[in-house]
């Protein structure tokens, strides 16, 4: 498949956004006692992101004027799940935002064991929840393309959660060590863990697509019951939507030039710097990294359709 | 009762691969309802373009004794279509009376993510207009009343010269389409995903013609009249010379 530059950037920010906000929520609950500045700063970070993948996400549509409509057919396509979920994040993370910038704290819920359940924290678990729930979609939308067998797998799933986490603890590292917070060695420990846990599930499913085969060849592609099928041609000379769309530019060489690239960049490099107590650079290099990731992820799916189309002639 | 479904049957053993079927789709098409089918670049060095039909030609075997198959390829509107549900915007549907899958051009977004879920490759998305095209099965020409009643088909149906190609209502079964694919052998692309194109392909089938030796040497030759007659003589009359006409 022709990766698109907008779905790139699109996964990748809100991937980004998703897990800082986890982050945050999981800091929270786990120490508590930040300023609600540190999370107000931090849930902006993560409105910022949204937004910049939300704009990106723009550039994909050749009629983004009609885009409203996308969010109609939520009953049967991810898709449309996700461009309904993203807004909701949006919201909830500025509602998250201010109500931690002014520090409202009603208690909404008081417990049996008298332990008191406030706003702040009813509106973390409500982000966490929309932004696992946007994981799922953002993974589904490529999982449920049965025709694209190295998509097609709970694993895409999967490894955009673990990927999303994995930067989003390392940018919450980051922030907090900028901000001086003492979350810091809680959210550098915890990227490192999930960077590891990212890199073998995303090395799994590598080597998942490397061994499977396709399930479709020429014979049931044109119903003709013969061992030795070749395309003589397509059936024009020039090129068309499905000669470029489904067709990876550069090929399998930079797939996997690019494959062992993002495996050092965006996950050993990340963990090693981690360690390191460098979590800034950290997450700049592991961003970068899983850019390369996303670019492959696209250009190493390889479509059933193609099968029609492997000879000018 | 089964529902309507309009569809093509193609007979593979009848097309010669002229592209008949291609040039009349792209003329009907890119200049009625479904239109324009653009084309970016053709005078170019790579010229790209939009068509709903193409036909495509595959060989099996190794020379010398190899077949040449003529593949007409087009939209197999689906009985499950995968590129529906897809769609987030409800641009993309399945027609309830007829089974034709159409694009709404006024509600499509162009984010081109049906055709990832096409195994065909059937839909082509129209960079001009911003919107997914494909295949209407001339949806326009047939229940136009101004058409007389024998033209309500597809171009490429009226088109093809060897009339490879038969549209009717697969699921009636007293239709022609319905009767080609029960009694020719009809099948479907890539069942094994359970999309149930509509579309039928009728297989090759082998033409043999038994020759017996006394067919080719003629054994009741009565009049034992072997050879060329012997040529007449330059003087010989002709019948010009010697009739009064």
Redesign the interface.
Do not use: N
């Given at each position: 498949m022709k990766p698109a530059f907008s779905v790139i950037f699109l996964t990748t920010l809100i991937g980004a956004a998703q897990g800082l906000l986890i982050a945050l929520v999981a800091g929270q609950m786990y120490a508590g006692g930040e300023s609600g500045g540190f999370y107000a700063l931090g849930g902006a970070i993560a409105l910022l992101l949204l937004c910049l993948g939300l704009v990106a996400s723009v550039f994909h549509l050749a009629n983004p004027q009609r885009g409203w409509r996308a969010a109609t057919r939520w009953r049967t396509s991810w898709l449309s799940r996700e461009v309904i979920l993203i807004p909701v994040l949006c919201a909830l993370t500025f509602l998250y935002a201010v109500v931690h910038a002014f520090g409202w704290a009603p208690v909404m819920v008081r417990l049996g064991n008298g332990a008191a359940i406030d706003l702040p924290l009813v509106l973390g678990l409500l982000v966490t929840l929309a932004s696992l729930a946007l994981f799922v979609c953002t993974g589904m939308i490529y999982a449920c393309v049965r025709f694209i067998r190295q998509w097609a797998s709970g694993w895409t799933v999967v490894n955009y959660l673990l990927m999303g986490l994995a930067s989003g603890f390392t940018l919450a590292a980051a922030y907090a060590q900028v901000q001086g917070s003492l979350l810091s060695g809680f959210m550098s420990g915890a990227a490192v863990l999930l960077t590891a846990l990212a890199l073998a599930a995303r090395a799994f499913q590598l080597w998942q697509n490397v061994t499977g085969a396709p399930a479709s060849s020429l014979k049931s592609a044109i119903g003709v019951h013969h061992s030795q099928i070749r395309q003589i041609t397509q059936g024009f000379m020039g090129s068309s939507f499905n000669t470029v769309e489904f067709v990876a530019p550069g090929g399998t060489e930079t797939v996997k030039g690019l494959s062992v690239f993002f495996l050092a960049v965006g996950f050993v490099a990340p963990a090693a710097l981690l360690l390191a107590g460098m979590p800034v650079l950290a997450f700049l290099c592991q961003y970068v990294g899983l850019l390369a990731e996303r670019w492959v992820f696209f250009a190493a799916g390889s479509h059933v359709q193609n099968l029609y189309y492997q000879a000018k002639g | 009762m089964t529902k309507k479904q309009f569809a093509l049957v193609i007979d593979?053993n009848v097309c010669v691969g002229c592209?008949a079927c291609?040039t009349s789709c792209k003329e009907w098409n890119t200049s009625g309802w479904a239109g324009p089918l653009p084309d970016v670049n053709p005078y170019g060095a790579?010229?790209?373009?939009?068509?709903f039909n193409?036909?495509?030609?595959?060989?099996?075997?190794?020379f010398p004794n190899t077949?040449?198959?003529h593949?007409p390829?087009s939209c197999l509107h689906c009985e499950e279509p995968?590129c529906v549900?897809?769609?987030?915007?409800?641009?993309s549907y399945k027609r309830d009376e007829d089974g034709i899958v159409l694009v709404d051009y006024?509600?499509?977004?162009?984010?081109?993510?049906c055709?990832?879920?096409?195994?065909?490759?059937a839909?082509?998305?129209d960079?001009v207009q911003?919107?997914m095209k494909k295949c209407t099965l001339c949806v326009d020409r047939l229940y136009d009343q101004t058409i007389e009643e024998e033209r309500r088909k597809p171009a490429c149906v009226l088109a093809c010269p060897a009339s490879a190609r038969i549209f009717g209502d697969v699921n009636d079964p007293n239709s022609e389409a319905a009767r080609a694919i029960r009694d020719n052998g009809g099948?479907?692309?890539?069942?094994?995903?359970g999309t149930r194109p509509a579309n039928h392909?009728l297989?090759?089938r082998k033409t043999t013609t038994t020759l017996h030796p006394d067919e080719l040497v003629r054994v009741d030759n009565p009049l034992k009249a072997e050879g060329e007659k012997p040529r007449p003589a330059f003087t010989t009359p002709t019948i010009d010379g010697v009739s009064s006409w």
């Open positions: - | 593979l592209h291609v790579d010229p790209s373009g939009v068509f193409r036909v495509q030609t595959y060989e099996c075997g190794t077949e040449t198959i593949f390829k995968p549900p897809v769609c987030p915007t409800g641009a006024d509600k499509c977004i162009g984010c081109k993510y055709s990832w879920s096409c195994p065909y490759g839909r082509e998305f960079p911003g919107v099948f479907q692309l890539m069942p094994e995903w392909y297989p090759r």
